[in-house]
């Protein structure tokens, strides 16, 4: 028998040799299949090419299996009805009963934002569904996703194959933290204000400017930034015992400030709204598991107010 590679295998010539095997006859198993005569007729020919061998020989009215087919049959058989079994028992998600753990890459900023009302509707939903939020390398997040190393991910808008589906997941608009007894804030903050403070800037790269200062260098303007550090929250309780301003996505800086009441003021200046997007293998699309981990997130974003919201005016 030629060695062969199941990639290159059309696997319903199997399904076609097993209606022949069991009919006794071409014409029975076109019938059985509903298909022509000719379109088994041919089947049976690429299989003979594949075999090297006639498989099935003319007796009379019916056809006989060589003693290589009769070989087959079983595992042909077998094989088929497994398929079959597979087809029909696949299960529908109930998240209620299934004992599962969902894998979601995210930003560790995110998690203080996503992680509570999102484990507040899985587990009364889902009591026995674990979710695990874990950091991941943009380079490798389709990989992961086609691996299934990940079921989702939440991340700026990137370049994907089509393999990976998205959708918008959340917008933000940059604000300003100050803390409230900020000297320079005593009045309105202008842009000219914003650029005579020292700031804050929060990134989990070692280096490289952030959306407010590359709109800053488009005017022009730079400011000084006097700290870089890793997360919201620390950069938040630096504002409060400081001069220094943060600039902060609005949704991240209400839940990261609200231990030190800092004030959250209008940017002086236009920058891009922060879109982040929801990733997902397209194997995934229709599969129910994914599909309700999917519909959760969606439900907790919106539910937070999945819009742009309005910075509070004190």
Not at 85 to 93: A, G, K, N, V
Not at 102 to 108: A, E, L, N, S, Y
Not at 201 to 207: A, D, F, I, P
Request: net charge neutral.
């Amino acid at each position: 028998m030629p060695d062969m590679q199941l990639s290159r295998i059309d696997l319903n010539l199997f399904v076609v040799f097993d209606a022949i095997y069991s009919e006794g006859s071409i014409t029975a198993a076109a019938r059985q299949l509903n298909l022509t005569q000719p379109a088994v007729s041919h089947a049976l020919g690429r299989m003979r090419l594949l075999f090297d061998d006639p498989l099935f020989e003319r007796r009379g009215q019916g056809m006989a299996p060589t003693p290589l087919a009769r070989s087959l049959a079983t595992e042909v058989r077998t094989a088929l009805q497994s398929f079959a079994r597979t087809l029909q028992d696949t299960p529908h998600f109930d998240p209620a009963a299934t004992v599962r753990r969902f894998t979601i890459g995210m930003r560790d900023a995110l998690e203080s934002t996503l992680l509570p009302p999102l484990m507040a509707r899985v587990t009364a939903m889902a009591p026995q569904v674990e979710i695990a939020a874990i950091r991941f390398d943009r380079r490798e997040m389709e990989s992961e996703l086609l691996a299934g190393t990940l079921d989702a991910a939440i991340d700026i808008l990137l370049p994907v194959s089509p393999a990976i589906h998205h959708t918008p997941f959340m917008a933000d608009p940059m604000v300003v933290l100050a803390r409230r007894d900020h000297p320079l804030m005593k009045k309105e903050l202008t842009l000219e204000r914003y650029l005579a403070a020292e700031h804050v800037h929060v990134s989990s790269r070692r280096r490289g400017a952030g959306l407010e200062d590359q709109a800053l260098h488009r005017m022009g303007l730079t400011r000084r930034v006097r700290l870089r550090c890793q997360h919201y929250a620390a950069a938040c309780r630096v504002v409060s015992c400081t001069d220094l301003l943060a600039t902060l996505p609005l949704r991240y800086a209400r839940i990261a400030n609200e231990p030190y009441a800092n004030r959250l003021l209008s940017l002086p200046f236009k920058v891009p709204t922060l879109e982040l997007h929801l990733y997902w293998h397209a194997g995934g699309e229709n599969d129910g598991a994914n599909r309700w981990l999917r519909e959760q997130l969606l439900a907790v974003i919106n539910a937070l107010g999945g819009g742009v919201g309005e910075v509070a005016q004190d």
